[in-house]
Structure formats: C-alpha cells, structure tokens
C-alpha cells in the first residue's frame, strides 16, 4: 500500500496546486485533500465518510492550513499532539502566513515544521519534493505508538 499524506486546506486552488506539484514532481505518495480542519479530524478519527481505512489509511505525514473556518490547522495540530495514536505522526504547517506570532504558536502546538505556500507551481514543485525528501524518505519517525496500540482511543478536538 502506497504512503499516504493527509492535506488539510480549505481553499480549492492551494489544494489543486499541490496535488498538481507532487504530479509534477513524480511523487507516487497518495494524497488525501480534505477541505476543513473538521474534515481532517474525521479523517484521522475514521468516521464519516474516512470510515474505510483501506481506502483511508492514517498517514505518514499530515500538511495542515493554518488559516482554515471552524476549526484551524493549529487545533488540528493539538488534536493530533494530544491523541496518543496520532502523536507521532509527521504535522507541518503549510500557510501564506509569515507572521512570527504563527510560526512561533505552530512550533509551541508542536509542529514538526512550517512552510510558507509558494506562488508559484515551480516553486511548489520544487518544495514538494523537498518535503518528500526530508519527511518521507530520510527523516526517520517512531511509528511505535500506532504500532502498539492501533485500536487506541481518540480525544476528542477541544
């Protein structure tokens, strides 16, 4: 089964974009689009829709929108971060936001890292593969709390 990366954003063309990045950066990751912070959650929860783990299998990385209505990236991010299941799971910020008082809140949720969204498709490409690169193939994860507990309960988001 193919790794699959969970990609939280609200907006249709930064969905698009990067969907279109990995295409063209020759990425074989599947990547799961989900188009709101809830979404996400319901996603990493199984429920709804995302009920079919064959079909929606946790991911290996999860890119999250800082910027979403309802529930934001970083409330996802503590959702992941305070779910014993999930709390290894690979959570970068991807946003236009270059604020420092978001980067800073980010890494404090704990955020493995945060990116800025390029303007441009060549640069998204080229960023795409950076994080490939680095988070899924040569970084090297604990996967051992899924791995000893997959049946584990889930907190509900706050």
């Known amino acids: 089964m193919a790794e699959v990366i969970l990609y939280a954003e609200d ?6 974009l990067i969907q279109r990045a990995f295409e063209k950066a020759g990425i074989t990751h599947v990547v799961h689009v989900v188009p709101s912070g809830r979404a996400a959650i319901d996603y990493l929860e199984g429920k709804g829709p995302y009920g079919d783990r064959d079909k929606y299998p946790l991911p290996s990385l999860a890119l999250l929108d800082l910027n979403m209505p309802g529930i934001s990236g970083l409330e996802v991010l503590k959702y992941i971060r305070t779910t014993p299941r999930l709390c290894t ?3 970068v910020m991807l946003s236009s936001s270059n604020q420092d008082t978001d980067i800073h809140r980010s890494y404090l949720q704990g955020a493995n890292g945060y990116l800025l969204k390029p303007g441009s498709i060549d640069e998204m490409v080229t960023m795409v593969k950076a994080v490939k690169d680095y988070w899924l193939v040569q970084n090297r994860g604990s996967s051992s709390a899924q791995a000893q507990n997959p049946k584990a309960e889930t907190t509900p988001a706050q």
Not at 11 to 16: G, K, L, Q, V, Y
């Open 11 to 16: 907006d249709e063309n930064d969905a698009f």
């Open 89 to 91: 799971l690979i959570a």
